[in-house]
């Protein structure tokens, strides 16, 4: 059998090299993605997404040291940080829509991205693995969509949509405030809730019956 028979155009250094330089491009632009997805939506995701560890300070410090100190970090926290990363995850979101969306309003667009965040950050509180199956939704859309069909997306008509972002600065503004004022509410339902189951394990302990040495109850 020749090897004319298997291989009709011949092997050439050059057609492999130039298959390879196509697979290592899909390669290296699939993985900086799926990177970027797995941080973006792991954080988004998480119910406490600033927690820090302030046990050894806590023990050193004064209670009303530690009071102030709480403050002045739940503040930084949610009305400083966290309406920076929401206007992060907006963007990430209201940019992945416009790909996604060919005929959709930069409008709409918005009130999808309003609604999903929304929902992601609400489905946190009641469970996390919940909020991240619903995070990486989009953004695994969009890669799945790009590799079976990547005539689907028209960077020309995203950028259209796009560019009416200035037309909707009132309407960005309001939809961060939703954000902020939504994740507060949640954080002191959360924390009532907390407090609650508390006060019931105290007093499920209060009513157990104590036990002499010998483990009869008395």
Same mark, same amino acid.
């Given at each position: &059998?020749?090897?004319n028979d298997i291989f009709s155009t011949g092997l050439n250094v050059d057609d492999a090299l130039d298959l390879l330089y196509d697979v290592a491009v899909y390669v290296l632009g699939m993985s900086i993605y799926a990177v #970027?997805?797995?941080k973006y939506y792991r954080f988004v995701a998480a119910k406490d &997404? #600033? +927690? $820090?560890? @302030?046990s050894r #300070? !806590? !023990?050193r410090s004064l209670r009303w040291a530690r009071s102030t100190l709480h403050v002045i970090l739940y503040v930084i926290k949610y009305l400083i940080v966290f309406p920076v990363f929401a206007f992060f995850w907006f963007a990430v979101l209201t940019l992945i829509l416009a790909f996604l969306s060919k005929d959709? %309003? #930069?409008? !709409? %667009? @918005? @009130?999808v +991205? $309003? +609604? %999903?965040v929304s929902a992601i950050r609400v489905t946190a509180y009641y469970d996390e693995d919940l909020s991240r199956d619903l995070a990486k939704i989009l953004p695994f859309a969009v890669l799945a969509i790009f590799l079976i069909d990547a005539s689907f997306f028209s960077v020309g008509e995203s950028l259209d949509? $796009?560019?009416e972002a200035g037309d909707y600065s009132e309407k960005i503004v309001y939809s961060l405030g939703f954000i902020v004022a939504l994740e507060l509410v949640l954080r002191i339902l959360n924390g009532i809730v907390t407090a609650i189951s508390r006060l019931g394990q105290a007093a499920v302990r209060v009513d157990e019956p104590e036990e002499d040495a010998a483990g009869r109850e008395r």
């Amino acid at each position: &059998m020749d090897i004319n028979d298997i291989f009709s155009t011949g092997l050439n250094v050059d057609d492999a090299l130039d298959l390879l330089y196509d697979v290592a491009v899909y390669v290296l632009g699939m993985s900086i993605y799926a990177v #970027f997805v797995f941080k973006y939506y792991r954080f988004v995701a998480a119910k406490d &997404m #600033f +927690a $820090l560890d @302030l046990s050894r #300070f !806590e !023990e050193r410090s004064l209670r009303w040291a530690r009071s102030t100190l709480h403050v002045i970090l739940y503040v930084i926290k949610y009305l400083i940080v966290f309406p920076v990363f929401a206007f992060f995850w907006f963007a990430v979101l209201t940019l992945i829509l416009a790909f996604l969306s060919k005929d959709q %309003t #930069f409008s !709409e %667009t @918005l @009130l999808v +991205a $309003l +609604a %999903t965040v929304s929902a992601i950050r609400v489905t946190a509180y009641y469970d996390e693995d919940l909020s991240r199956d619903l995070a990486k939704i989009l953004p695994f859309a969009v890669l799945a969509i790009f590799l079976i069909d990547a005539s689907f997306f028209s960077v020309g008509e995203s950028l259209d949509i $796009l560019k009416e972002a200035g037309d909707y600065s009132e309407k960005i503004v309001y939809s961060l405030g939703f954000i902020v004022a939504l994740e507060l509410v949640l954080r002191i339902l959360n924390g009532i809730v907390t407090a609650i189951s508390r006060l019931g394990q105290a007093a499920v302990r209060v009513d157990e019956p104590e036990e002499d040495a010998a483990g009869r109850e008395r």
